[in-house]
């Protein structure tokens, strides 16, 4: 679910942590999507860009999470010596706990 406006929300922070506090019920967690703004110009991406838009939800259900995060996994932390010869192997999905 998305919902977006293009009218400031002075109580968006009030708003959220209403909706959070229903994520056990509702199983959806807010977002606050905020977007610098320009005085006589349109709100900028991604509202009017397109960028966010509606995906069914089946869609969404027959996608793989193991072989999504798979294809986009690459070593991001400085901390870890890389060697390019030899990849860093995809760990895997986290245990459920």
Avoid at 49 to 65: H, R, Y
């Amino acid at each position: 679910m998305l919902w977006t406006s293009d009218a400031s929300q002075p109580d968006a922070g009030l708003l959220w942590s209403q909706l959070y506090d229903q994520h056990p019920t509702t199983g959806l967690y807010p977002l606050l999507l905020d977007a610098p703004r320009v005085v006589g110009s349109p709100p900028p991406r991604p509202w009017r860009s397109g960028e966010l838009g509606f995906t069914p939800k089946e869609s969404i259900d027959a996608l793989d999470p193991n072989l999504e995060l798979r294809g986009l996994w690459f070593v991001t932390d400085d901390d870890i010596e890389y060697d390019p010869l030899k990849p860093f192997e995809w760990p895997g999905l986290a245990g459920s706990q």
